[in-house]
């Protein structure tokens, strides 16, 4: 029988999402779909991608959500609430997600708690994952480990100018990118902090499922002034203001670094001479017995001429089926959390759709 699935915010991943549901080849079925925004509230899952009505409405009622008979939750909102999750999985439905809980047993302890005392309570799972965090700092390095006798470090670099999201309430408010460099920090708001955390979790997933024996993860964050004025859609980056921010988590045992993730991201396309010089995307690096390296990029094609704007939402595609393909394994999966490190390798449900 087809899963039964809803739609937890309807943003840029979220549509991916939807859009992929309705495709009658991957054996979904759409049950239900959560919206924020009032002008959304009433208004047909078809009509929301753009294409033809199918029959589902969108409601801003979470009540309404939680009442639905589904297997399934897919839950991509910009903000999480960890209350929320609970409620969805005490009512018996299982949790995909982009946005967080990538290795719940690493989370703060009463958080952790609550999560699965829900997960008891509904007889759900909930697994967190997605492009990064998600499968290139989880799925990819462990299934390269395949191929390891021993392992000394392990590293992920992701290398991103964001000039092109036009998104500027994330890159300018959320992030910081334009303010003095002394304004950003590991603590600096909300978002920086959280941001932060999920990566730190994710530095957990990988040395526990690699026996890395770890003591602590840190995070650091190195800003870095823009030497010209930007002109980035909407916004001015004035020289002098933050135009470049290397986060770095790292994994240590006794002080000995084995397990990182760093990003090496710009605003205006200046690269500070100093900085590490990996490609474009993401870089893997795995030292040890083999020494692996792995490069990864998505683009909206290889083949066709494709707009920036198709090219900078493949990510969005690639961030949301990740979690997407992943249902019917966690639908399966006893009452709990399940990782990328304890699900089956997760595969396209459509893959070449024959
Ligand atoms: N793991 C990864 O690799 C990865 C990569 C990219 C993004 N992400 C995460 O995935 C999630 C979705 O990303 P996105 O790019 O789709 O985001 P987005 O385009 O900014 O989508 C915004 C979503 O947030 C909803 N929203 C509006 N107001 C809100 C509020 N007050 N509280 C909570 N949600 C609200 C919107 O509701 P409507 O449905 O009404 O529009 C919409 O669904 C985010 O948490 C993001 O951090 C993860």
Redesign the pocket.
Known sequence: MAHRIVQW??????KEVLATVLDPRAGLELVGVK???DD?DGVDAGTLIGREPVGVLATTDVERVLALDADCVVY?????SISEVCAILASGKNVVT??FLFHPNRIRLRDRDRVLAACLKGGTSVHG??????NLSGALPLALSGMSRTIDTLKLQERADWSVYD?TA?TFDNMRFGRPADEISVTANDFLAFNSSIFTEQVWLLADALHAGIDEVTASVEAVAAEHDHEIFDHLLRAGTTSGQRWNWVGRRRGQPLVEIETLWTVGNEYPKHWPKPQHGWTLTIEGDPSMRAHFLSLASFERDASMLEHVNS??VA?GMQVLNAVPAVCAAAPGFATTATLPQVRSLIGFGN
Do not use: D, E, M, W
């Not at 915010?9 to 979220?14: D, P, R, Y």
């Not at 994952?129 to 998600?134: R, V």
């Open positions: 915010g309807t943003g840029a991943i979220g919206v924020y925004s959304k991509t909102p910009r903000l999480t982009t946005a994952c997605g492009l990064n965090p998600g998104s994330i990510a969005n961030t």
